[in-house]
């Protein structure tokens, strides 16, 4: 299992720092700056699949990261054996950013329903907190009001562990630009949604789009360029992004995101395709905007190479906490070999996916 350790920036970096009597103070700006953190990969894997017979006992994917008082919560979503049961919603809690989390009961918290727009699966949860209520979009994969296999749907709650009430505008946009949504940031007055396109680029990797509107449950305005593209050909995220997560930070949008390099699918089987896409590579870049329309990414990406952690294949759909001078990534962590433990059918007939953080530590 991994240990831990700290590992040198090097060519990454973060935040501009003034020392002002012994405490620490950012210039407005981006989060980055060539050789000014270390990265601490946690305790990995941070959560694993549950025995047989749960409810999330096949595979975990990461969705958000949130804290509220005192208490972490990490949403996730999770499948059982493939015979039983597609992705439902779930959440853990902790004390401490890297944890160790404790499963919040043996139950989802959001499951699919009769609704045609998500018979199939929810997932991607995505949760904040405005006018002193809970509220998660998430996608929900069914038979679409528009054709589209996926959409986005909105749940409320008075408590960060539920109950959640989907909203009854449901499903609150339907789009392929936002098949996989991810950040959800409210400022001055406007609701920005950011998503990703499945299978845009390759498999199930695409670029990054925008939606804007002025209530959670719309209309929502989504522009038909991406904010965010994939990489030149030959760049380590040539491929583009699995779904990722926009903050608003000190008055600007930060993303760290899982990039990819293309697969090489040609002539392959179905079967082969699906062996080749568990084993895609991603690692963590960064990216930064003054108004979420307009994005640099920084120059010295990756920030977190998958190599960071022995036998990590991709860091994926990466969620983030900052509580500067510390930012948390919170992920999919899939594997390039069976991994200790697991059983290696598994790993040749499917998928096998845990939960993942890293810590990004911003240093003088």
Known sequence: MQTRRWIHGGLMSLLIVAWVGGQGLRAAGPLLEPGKFLHKAGANPAMKTSPIGAWDDRILESGDCF?????YYWY?????TWTKRSYQIFVATAKSPLGPWQRHGQQPILT?????HETYCVACPMVVKDGGKYHMIYL?????PAGWGWSVSLASSESPLGPWI????????????MGYPGGLVKVKGTWYMFGTEPDEIHLDFGRTYVATAKSLEGPWDVRDEPVISEGPKGSWDEGGFSEFEVEYYDGMFHAFYGGSRIANIEGASEQEVE???QRVQESIGYAYSKDG?????YAHNPVIPNTNIPNAAAFAEVHTLIEYPSIYC???LRYLTCPQGEKPEWFQESWIEHLGVSEIRITP
């Not at 699919?112 to 045609?116: D, E, F, K, T």
């Not at 929900?140 to 679409?144: P, T």
């Not at 329309?293 to 990414?297: A, G, N, P, S, V």
């Open 112 to 116: 699919v329903s009769g609704n045609a």
């Open 166 to 177: 989907k909203s009854k505008a449901n499903p609150i946009l339907v789009h392929q630009h």
């Open 275 to 277: 062996k080749i896409r």
């Open 67 to 71: 804290k509220d008082g005192d208490t």
């Open 140 to 144: 929900s994969a069914g038979d679409s």
């Open 293 to 297: 329309f307009h994005w640099t990414k």
């Open 330 to 332: 919170y992920y999919t």
């Open 76 to 80: 996730y979503h999770a499948a059982g």
